[in-house]
Nanobody, 123 residues
């Protein structure tokens, strides 16, 4: 089993920054990738970013490229989503997710989900 716990959400003004953290625990992560998804009110959950645990390679949604960065600290078993230049349309519940089999799996059909953390960007 894999457990994922998000933190770092909150209220921020447009143009501001937040860093989300996802602490992972459970089985060895060498073959996993970890991703971030978000779900805004009335909308479907969408992929935001993913990172390979073993290699550090990343994938980002086009609309967040240049503003968001995903990284991991293997010593702390933690994945981060640094979000800069936030916009009101970034408002959503952000979920951490993990999938075996690499970035493709983690970014489309992950096996495990966290509980989510709310991010609200005011205009």
């Amino acid at each position: 089993q894999v457990q994922l716990e998000e933190s770092g959400g909150g209220l921020v003004q447009a143009g501001g920054s937040l860093r989300l953290s996802c602490v992972t625990s459970g089985r060895a992560f060498s073959s996993y990738a970890v991703g971030w998804f978000r779900q805004a009110p009335g909308k479907e959950r969408e992929f935001v970013a993913a990172i390979s645990w073993a290699f550090g390679s990343t994938r980002l949604k086009d609309s967040v490229k240049g503003r968001f960065t995903i990284s991991r600290d293997t010593a702390k078993n933690t994945v981060y989503l640094q979000m800069n230049s936030l916009k009101p349309e970034d408002t959503a519940v952000y979920y951490c997710a993990a999938g075996s089999g690499g970035i493709s799996k983690a970014s489309t059909n992950p096996d495990y989900w966290g509980q989510g953390t709310q991010v609200t960007v005011s205009s």
